[in-house]
């Protein structure tokens, strides 16, 4: 399976991921989907941003998550990534990061509260934040239980995970995601930007209360679904 473009996208949302500061180290990744054939496409485990080419993307199947293509080993986090499409079927892309803002508030357990239009134009409420995973799920399969405890945010009558697209593993890091690889590491960034700005808003007013709902809800109805009006048409 060749999927060049995809490998192609992939392998540049990866460094997109380095070069903005979001995945310092090698801490992070990004894949991308391709619906039609089945397939995700992911960073190899532990190989440098600096020297990755489009032909160590590593081709994964989303449903049996084996190895399809590709000479390496895929990134450690691949059983997360394999478990989010699987539960998420809108999802075309997804990204981790330790950015360090959002990993902070992983880290303190804490969902993000919506607390102006930066955060209301990307996220329709807060960023969930997940519970630990137990000794048994850790002990079974760390990383696939990983995305199943993110899928269980976004459960009957929680959030819609492309109107939330991203979350708070806690005492992890963030995984965001979106409708290809591109929108995944975008996501990824505006969190970051988002958790930055809900701590040091906090640091201001530990007692600030979160935006009014007829406020943030006009805000990501501006950009997002039917009657949306930010931007240029068809753009
Ligand atoms: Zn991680």
């Known amino acids: 399976m060749e999927l060049p473009e995809l490998r192609e996208e992939v392998c540049a949302a990866n460094i997109a991921l380095a070069a903005q500061g979001l995945a310092p180290f090698t801490w992070g ?55 989010l499409y699987q539960a998420f ?17 992983a880290q303190t357990c804490r969902s993000i509260p919506c607390l102006g239009t930066t955060h209301a134009d990307a996220f329709a409420g807060p960023v969930p934040v997940t519970r630990f995973l137990d000794a048994a799920e850790v002990a079974r399969n760390y990383e696939d239980e990983t995305g199943g405890i993110i899928a269980e945010c976004f459960g009957a009558g929680a ?65 997002h679904g039917p009657d949306a009006y930010y931007g240029q048409p068809g753009g």
Do not use: C
């Not at 994964?60 to 084996?66: K, P, Y």
């Not at 991203?166 to 970051?192: D, R, T």
């Open 89 to 105: 079927p809108d999802v075309g892309g997804v990204a981790h990061t330790h950015s360090h803002y959002a990993t902070v508030w």
């Open 159 to 223: 959030a819609d995970p492309m109107e939330v697209p991203g979350v708070l593993v806690a005492g992890h890091a963030p995984f965001a995601w979106g409708a290809n690889v591109q929108k995944a590491v975008e996501h990824a960034g505006i969190l970051e930007e988002t958790a930055r700005m809900a701590f040091h808003t906090l640091l201001l007013n530990p007692t600030v209360a979160p935006l009014p709902e007829h406020i943030s809800g006009k805000h990501f109805a501006r950009k």
């Open 29 to 83: 990744n990004a894949s991308g989907a391709d619906r039609e054939r089945g397939v995700f496409a992911i960073k190899p485990s532990g190989v440098p941003y600096e020297v990755l080419r489009p032909k160590d993307i590593v081709v994964v199947d989303i449903e049996t998550g084996a190895v399809v293509d590709g000479a390496q080993r895929p990134s450690s986090d691949t059983p997360t990534h394999r478990r």
